[in-house]
């Protein structure tokens, strides 16, 4: 095989492909083959599996998702179907050639290898594709816009500078105006627009020095629209253009800009939009199909930017009203309550940590008045909670551990018995209990009972070093895999085949670890954030480690978060099932580095309890 | 040339005593005349010659790609330098490329044997048969005693029957590959590289074949 300098020449001018050197090039362009489509031909189908690279040589090419809707434009020199290519899912677009066409098709296999070859490369791509999953735009989002003005939706007034700045010093107004797209002015017009994305492709991708003048870089002559002009054309004009950013203009003059994050404020799919229907619900079924458009909503919060923390606590708060509003649809079936009662949300619920994939675990916590005959009662309210939330997506507990269950549907003084046995007998099942029953908190009905029982648990557990350490050593069921993919503890059959459960692996040994030190500090917490801080201002742990933990938990919970975005993207179930290929060389270092913190956590865990 | 002629022809030649590789040439099957487009390879060839009559020129670099499946493999590229057996002359300010270069080259009975093998069971498809066709069958004949036996597919003689069909054929009609693009909205390449005007012309061929409802081989051939 020889080298085909045309191919190359042209690979080589390619945003992403200019960060490769010769010899990626070379491997790149003779791993290439051509087809031509005729306008209107079908390149790639939705659903379809895709097994490389499209890369448009000439002509346009158009992609709509499923219902039909024109997702993006693309011209010569553009890329499409790597999403599916790198998320190994079958293509989520149909891709539609707009005028004849010559695609240049790169070996999958053969992508794949650059990106291994080249972290320049892989991160390029990994931002498109972040790029262009956040493209998706969800066809009820902009219907509270319609009948607004465009510049209605501007937030401040222009962020702009002059024509003789340089790169840097637009850079460094940027970042001083938190701004993500800066205008560049001739006095009164627009005369172009630089983004951070452009930064990224033009400048640092290039190596241009930040001496040049910005000039040099900036797109001339951007998209405007008038501020006369529809929000939803606004909306339409960014789709179509493919662009993040619009400068509104009225008869020449800069009003100002907006951005998709203004729509995304705006939108009618809003949370709080979400947690008010619910509340109206009548019916369990009701709440239901409410609950519908989470996935959605999620999606929405990921691409606004949410970091596990936020994306945690809106979940559950959303999980918090769907159980407050099917426990009043029960209440209003069954009649008020015989007597005082908490439901307690447990586990990832009961520290504000859910996902978008998450069961349940909930109790009842009933007043030391009940009498036997009550139970019947709350035996009904539990099943309509448990089935609606199952019906909603929070799936039964594996383990049982929910309200219908009996057991789990208690007085308080049986609820004080249980986690003083726990604590003075600790065996086994009653560690694992014990895991789930910490992270309690109450729900819905009377505080005080929670409290009350709060309040014992916290005295047992401080002064027993024994329980404690049992629950130490427990800890270490799970551990973080330390050597590289290759010796990662990956699932190794079943639906899972191959993959990392990063939340067995990586978030709970975290969430444990934080448990753990909290009640050995005696405080008994909710969010594993502040248990961490509260350890370390009791000097459990120190301040560091914290801090340490703490980030290594943001970064974990960053990556689930990404990939159940995909998942939602994608139509599927999420889950905590993380497949190596997912993840650039960069970011399995910094998971590495995230891993071993964990480690190092632990084992100071073992000694602080001499198990070591 | 008919079809059926060549295969006449070829099974006739294929019973005598033949040197390789080209004794497997004629005894390869040819794709079915009714074979679909996309069920036929192509080696899409492109020759440079000292000189631009066929009958004394000489061959001095070479390049090919395959059509297979109805998409140019980028895989199956091949160029190379051949050593002729005069000098240069006047076309090296055309190539650029010189006596010293061409030096470095195969033997043109080693070429062509290669071309021959790349051949075997294809359809040579080229950009003006009437140029590197008659080279190959003039070299065949000096190596082999015989003319290539292959099917041909030719770009310009295809254009040419089409214009001509839709008398749309004038006097200043250009049936030169980069203007025969520029009408298909393909992109411009740079001239004077024969793996490049190999590569064009199979570009050209795909546009050509999707311009039409449903093509067979047949429709193809002269």
Known sequence: MKEIPEIAQFLRELPGFDILDDAQIANCAKNIDIAYYRQGDDILTAGSENRCLHIIRSGAVELRDDAGQMMARLAERDCFGFPSLMRQTPARNHSIAMEDTLVYHLDGTAFARARHASVGFDTWFIRALSDRLTMHPPPPTFRGVSGQQVRSLITRPPVSIGMNASIRETAQKMVEERVSAMLISDGTAVAGIITDRDIRERIVATGIDGSHPVTEVMTVSPVTLDGDANAYEAAIVMMQSNIHHLPVTSGGKILGMVSRSDFMRLETEHPLYLVSDIGKQKTAAGVVEVCRRMPALIIGQIEADANGELLGKFITMITDTVTRQLLRIAEAEFGPPPCDYAWVALGSQGRFEQSAKSDQDNALVLSNDAKETDDEYFASIAKVVNDGLDACGYVYCPGDVMASNPKWRRPLRDWKQYFHKWITVPEEKALMHANIFFDLRCIAGSSELVDALKKSVQKDARKNEIFLALMAKNAMTYQPPLGFFRQFVLDKSGEHKNTLDIKMHGIMPIVEIARIRSLAAGELRICTRNRLLAAAKAKEITETDAANLIDALDFIEKLRIEHQSRQLQAGKQPDNHLAPEELSPLVRQNLKSAFSQVRVSQSALLNRFHLA | ?222
């Open chain 2, 1 to 222: 040339m008919n079809y059926s002629w060549l295969n006449t022809r070829r099974w006739f030649l294929g019973r005598r005593k033949v040197a390789s590789p080209f004794d497997a040439l004629l005894n390869a099957e040819l794709p079915a005349s009714a074979a679909s487009f996309d069920a036929v390879e192509f080696v899409s060839l492109d020759i440079e010659t000292t000189g631009l009559d066929a009958a004394t020129a000489d061959m001095l670099s070479v390049g090919w790609v395959l059509v297979r499946e109805g998409r140019v493999d980028l895989r199956t590229a091949e160029t190379f330098i051949v050593r002729p057996s005069g000098g240069v002359g006047d076309s090296a300010s055309v190539h650029g490329l010189t006596d010293t270069v061409v030096g470095t080259g195969l033997d043109w009975g080693i070429a062509l044997d290669r071309i021959v093998r790349v051949l075997t069971g294809r359809v040579l498809l080229v950009h003006h048969a009437g140029l590197d066709k008659v080279l190959l069958d003039r070299m065949c004949l000096q190596r082999f005693g015989y003319r290539l036996p292959v099917p041909v597919v030719d770009t310009l003689a295809l254009e040419h029957r089409r214009l001509k069909r839709h008398h749309h054929l004038e006097n200043n009609s250009s049936l030169r590959l980069a203007d025969l693009r520029d009408e298909y909205g393909l992109p411009r390449y740079s001239a004077h590289d024969c793996l490049v005007d190999a590569i064009a012309t199979a570009e050209l061929l795909l546009a050509i074949v999707a311009k039409r409802r449903s093509t067979t081989l047949d429709d193809l051939l002269g």
